[in-house]
């Protein structure tokens, strides 16, 4: 689950909350000891944590319950108990309206899909599709509030170079934010599940 959204996340390239930003640092500068501590201080407020529902449909007749036999012992049987599928996810806020960018596979066939912003906020939003695609794994959500929510904005990856500095983010498992660091290990490879479309 979390591996699909660090794909995802080579696509956020500015990072903007609440007009915030970091300042670029130039070719051949040394990285500041604290420059990830800023960047999880910007990046953490969109972050989100995602919990979708299933409910459990109406099962089908089988038609050996219409034989006599089983009639008898149905009331004996009891109904049969059946508990929605849930999942969980991550997601990042784009737009300051609550637009919010996640997998398809996380809100795939949800019934319900709640979106809660931090760890210690008790309140969560219910969240509408807006659009999604399987092929590509990626799908639009949306929350409403009264207040504007924290953003990263989306880039581009075609300025990225193999060996450049890169951080993943996630609140997967609803246990908190995450972040963990690494570097572009490859450019332009040909992922055989998107090209078969």
Known sequence: MIKKVITSLFLI???STFGKTLEPIKGGQPLPVDRLIKLAELVNPAVVNISTAQLPKAPQMDPRMQDPFFEFFAPFMG???RRPAQSLGTGFIIRSDGLIITNNHVIDNADVIKVQLTENDSESYEA???GKDARTDIALIKISGKKEFPIVELGTSSTLKVGEWVA????????GHSM???IIS???REIGELNRF
Not at 168 to 175: L, S
């Open 180 to 182: 963990t660091k690494g």
């Open 79 to 81: 109904p049969v108990q």
């Open 168 to 175: 993943a983010f996630g609140n997967p498992f609803g246990h």
């Open 13 to 15: 390239y500015s990072i």
């Open 128 to 130: 509408e599709v807006i």
């Open 186 to 188: 490859a450019i332009g």
